[in-house]
């Protein structure tokens, strides 16, 4: 993936709000406001950048369900959402299944008679904890645009602009929004086949206490 640092941007963002640098109390500002807005901009849509296929055991559960083929996904390392899952990796592999499932109570839930000891599940990855710190990675460079404007726009309101922080927070939304129709382009031009098993019962109970 294609990144920006977080330098480059803060220098971008400096340079439109018409100063050389930043006060320690405006950069945690703006720290504070990139983050929430990186946060913000992540499950907009299913960005092919952000995403990833992990490879997850399947087991029995009983509590807080009760389910013969589970896979605990709340709370995951390197899962945000779930997409679509795999009997196979389908990066890898051209007879790849896409299994039918649900997600239940921080669990994706696998049919009762699924013969699955493992699966392949498609989703986004974790936002990072923090971005501006040392250590801390690069920025998507196809955000790069739209974290601008919108940072800008926080600037703005915090300073009182408020005419100009609309018309900034406008034109975020439209380069948000081009993002998302190009990512809408690329799935219908690179539309793929997949195999689907067909659907069986799930049997599956949610354990509830008194």
Do not use: C, H
Request: hydrophobic share 40%.
């Amino acid at each position: 993936m294609r990144t920006v640092t977080y330098t480059e941007l803060k220098n971008r963002f400096t340079s439109a709000i018409g100063v050389d640098t930043l006060l320690s109390v405006e950069e945690t500002a703006f720290k504070n406001s990139l983050n929430d807005r990186v946060k913000g901009a992540w499950t907009r849509s299913q960005w092919p950048e952000l995403m990833t296929v992990v490879e997850k055991s399947v087991t029995a559960v009983t509590s807080p369900i009760v389910a013969d083929k589970a896979v605990q996904i709340d709370n995951d390392a390197n899962l945000m959402d779930v997409f679509s899952v795999f009997d196979k990796n389908p990066l890898s592999e051209r007879t790849a299944f896409k299994l039918d499932y649900n997600l239940i109570n921080g669990y994706l839930v696998l049919p009762a008679n699924s013969s699955q000891d493992s699966v392949f599940v498609m989703g986004n990855q974790v936002t990072p904890s923090s971005y501006g710190e040392s250590g801390d990675p690069d920025l998507p460079r196809f955000l790069e645009r739209y974290l601008l404007l919108a940072t800008i726009a926080d600037w703005y309101k915090s300073d009182g602009q408020l005419e100009k922080a609309i018309q900034q927070e406008q034109m975020a939304e439209e380069t948000l929004a081009l993002e998302i129709d190009r990512v809408e382009r690329l799935e219908g031009m690179n539309k793929i086949s997949v195999n689907t098993y067909p659907s069986y019962s799930f049997g599956v109970n949610i354990l509830t206490t008194s």
